[in-house]
């Protein structure tokens, strides 16, 4: 690869490889890159590459926030390098045209009429997605960028992968290990979504764990006076009554916009990640409530293109080449019934947004099942025990699968432990470095 200055001290590069690796010497695709070289050269170790999840957020994008968490050690023993994977932002974007995933104003649909409406909606989105990306959509999925993972691996020079995987971007270090497992020098996975579930295994966790995560979020805005919304004795009730209220009559946002139940939706989403962002949350609900849809409206922007340009798009489209669904349109009423009664508020949109894959015009290209990785080096595996996106369970069980995994438990409440727990970034920095990984059954209460 070839680097130039970029962005201050970075510097970026192109790399090319195959659209498609069943055909590698047909046409190609340039995977943009950047790395922040290591401080102390004398010290090099080689390059650590980072994945800061999505699917559909740009690596590049997210650089800044890796070096800023980043333990010093880390910072001058290695060169970081992020990327926009394939169909992400700078690298040949999959563009849908500026039609919404959700599909519908209402993303939550009971009647068979609403229902209706909500598939031709995400019918309406597919054929905008191959219309304008039909190029690219067969050959965006972790399958083909795990394979572009180890491009770049040979590209740095690195005889083996030195990676962390955060979120999503453990499912595709998943990927890789499976396809290159002696090419790994040391992994890192951290918030880990199990490769064995189904889509509808992975739905249901995430609907529990982030209604878990809601219901929590209830609880400390009834006793704070951080929180600005007042939703009474039952916070849940009151909650859906303003997404049915979004759904019929939008709270305007401004500029003659509105804010419908899906932009709510997304709202909730982007702030339960993280505690610290419960105050945020409890103004959006206070304002949207009192028929300002202004704050809501930014975080659910914020939701869609925070991660990257296109992450709605991209996002889609990842997801529906890695998980296989029920072509059946008849059975996501049915899912999002049963997912109802544990997660009311996100057990019906979760299980609605899967039915985006239903009607997607290109297979899905991974196969799902355990990691088994022989011949890699110990893994490190991260599971946090409240974590609301990846269920603690999905660590527990990946760690099993693996042939060497080995399991380092988070005591808390927020998604990807690297970033809230000193603990956790010390034992890293140690298996980084040295490739000693903390004792299996490790827990950091900080």
Not at 80 to 91: A, K, N, T
Not at 156 to 161: P, Q, V, Y
């Amino acid at each position: 690869m070839a680097w130039s200055p970029c962005n201050g001290d970075l510097q970026c590069g192109t790399l090319l490889v195959p659209l498609d690796y069943a055909d590698p010497d047909g046409p190609t695709i340039s995977i943009a890159v950047a790395r922040h070289p290591a401080e102390e050269p004398a010290a090099r170790v080689g390059s650590l590459v980072i994945d800061p999840g999505g699917p559909g957020v740009s690596g590049i994008n997210d650089m800044s926030n890796e070096l800023g968490s980043l333990t010093p050690q880390l910072l001058d023993d290695f060169d970081i390098v992020l990327f926009d994977p394939r169909g992400v932002q700078r690298s040949d974007p999959v563009t849908c045209g500026g039609a919404s995933g959700s599909g519908s104003s209402d993303p939550t649909p009971v009647t068979p009429s609403q229902q209706a409406a909500t598939i031709t909606g995400l019918e309406q989105f597919a054929a905008a997605c191959e219309k304008n990306s039909a190029s690219v959509l067969p050959y965006v999925g972790t399958v083909d960028v795990a394979r572009d993972m180890d491009r770049l691996r040979q590209a740095l020079g690195d005889s083996g992968l030195t990676y962390m995987g955060q979120s999503y971007g453990t499912l595709l270090g998943l990927t890789y290990a499976a396809l290159f497992p002696t090419h790994i020098r040391a992994m890192v996975l951290d918030s880990v979504i199990d490769p064995a579930l189904s889509f509808n295994q992975i739905t249901a966790g995430q609907a529990d764990g982030f209604e878990g995560v809601l219901n929590a979020f209830f609880t400390w805005c009834s006793a704070s006076t951080d929180c600005a919304w007042h939703p009474g004795a039952d916070p849940t009730g009151a909650l859906l009554a303003l997404l049915n209220a979004a759904a019929t009559a939008p709270a305007p946002a401004g500029g003659g916009s509105v804010v419908g139940a899906g932009q709510l939706y997304d709202a909730l989403l982007e702030d339960l990640y993280s505690q610290t962002d419960w105050p945020r949350l409890g103004e959006a609900l206070a304002d949207d409530a009192a028929g300002n849809g202004s704050p809501a409206a930014a975080q659910s922007n914020q939701y869609n293109t925070g991660g990257s340009d296109n992450a709605d798009d991209a996002g889609t489209a990842i997801d529906c080449l890695d998980h296989p669904v029920s072509r059946d349109l008849a059975t996501y009423g049915a899912l999002a019934d049963a997912l109802e009664a544990s997660a009311p508020v996100f057990g019906p949109l979760l299980a609605w947004g899967e039915a985006g894959c239903a009607v997607w015009p290109v297979p899905p290209t991974r196969t799902v099942g355990p990691v088994a990785a022989p011949g890699a080096p110990p893994i490190l595996v991260i599971g946090t025990t409240n974590d609301p996106a990846t269920p603690y369970a999905w660590a527990v069980s990946v760690a099993k699968e693996l042939d060497r995994g080995v399991l380092l438990t988070h005591d808390g409440d927020d998604h990807v432990a690297y970033f809230y727990s000193a603990c956790v970034r010390a034992d890293v920095q140690t298996y980084l470095v040295s490739g000693q990984t903390p004792p299996s059954g490790s827990v950091c209460s900080s």
